[in-house]
Nanobody, 127 residues
Framework: QERLRESGGGSVQAGGSLRLSCGVSTSAWNQDWNVAWFRQAPGNEREGVARTTTLGGWSKYADSVKGRFTISRDNPRDTVYLQMDSLTPEDTGTYYC???????????????????WGQGTQVTVSS
């Protein structure tokens, strides 16, 4: 059974930083799975913000976070991180980790493309 678990959310003032962790308890680390971070603010659709793969694939970022967020992985720890710097109130939301062995090209930020999801962790940025 594939399992993902996020941690590291919290409250921070604008300009601050947080690092989210996603423990990926799956067979993903033996194959090249896509792992992505999504976020959802109240009243908004879920938005993909960063993507990588478990075996060292290239990373991709949404324009809204490019230059501020960094996705990385620690293979021995089966963990994918999202380092978030220069946070703004617009970054507030619930952040989800998602994984799938096969995401169609060009659809890395489509939530329907990911089969496995974590429970989410809340990030609140105050002005």
């Amino acid at each position: 059974q594939e399992r993902l678990r996020e941690s590291g959310g919290g409250s921070v003032q604008a300009g601050g930083s947080l690092r989210l962790s996603c423990g990926v308890s799956t067979s993903a680390w033996n194959q090249d799975w896509n792992v992505a971070w999504f976020r959802q603010a109240p009243g908004n659709e879920r938005e993909g913000v960063a993507r990588t793969t478990t075996l060292g694939g290239w990373s991709k970022y949404a324009d809204s976070v490019k230059g501020r967020f960094t996705i990385s992985r620690d293979n021995p720890r089966d963990t994918v991180y999202l380092q978030m710097d220069s946070l703004t109130p617009e970054d507030t939301g619930t952040y989800y980790c998602a994984a799938d062995p096969s995401v169609p090209d060009g659809h890395w930020f489509r939530d329907w493309a990911y089969k496995y999801w974590g429970q989410g962790t809340q990030v609140t940025v105050s002005s």
